[in-house]
């Protein structure tokens, strides 16, 4: 079973919504989130989403082939991601009105893919 992470997308934010100069793996977490943010928030639906999210995780030098599946929990607004090749799993709080939030069909901000 992989780690289990508990991610705040504001916490990777500026104030009004900016990204600010995050060092490159903080900035590749970051992507990494906004980009399920982003998938999820554009259908929004109720069940196992398959994402166009590749797993991020490396194993001796070697990149998981795993594409990210997540789940939108409606009762805490909290997003379930997970790797279905290596188990890799978080949380992602603190996502709504961010720039990758795509509820109301807005742009949403740069992504990962
Ligand atoms: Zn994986």
Not at 8 to 23: C, E, K, M, Q, V
Not at 31 to 45: E, F, G, P, Q
Not at 58 to 81: L, P
């Amino acid at each position: 079973m992989g780690r289990t992470s508990y991610s705040s997308l504001r916490d990777f934010l500026n104030p009004d919504d900016s990204i600010p100069d995050h060092a490159r793996p903080a900035m590749q977490a970051f992507m990494h989130l906004a980009s399920i943010v982003a998938w999820v928030t554009r259908d929004m639906y109720p069940g196992v989403m398959r994402t166009n999210v590749f797993c991020r995780r490396s194993h001796r030098g070697v990149r998981c082939t795993g594409v990210i599946t997540a789940v939108y929990e409606t009762a805490q607004a909290r997003i379930f991601w997970q790797c279905p090749v290596c188990g890799e799993q978080g949380y992602i709080d603190n996502w709504e009105h961010t720039p990758w939030d795509r509820r109301d069909g807005a742009h949403a901000g740069p992504t990962m893919n």
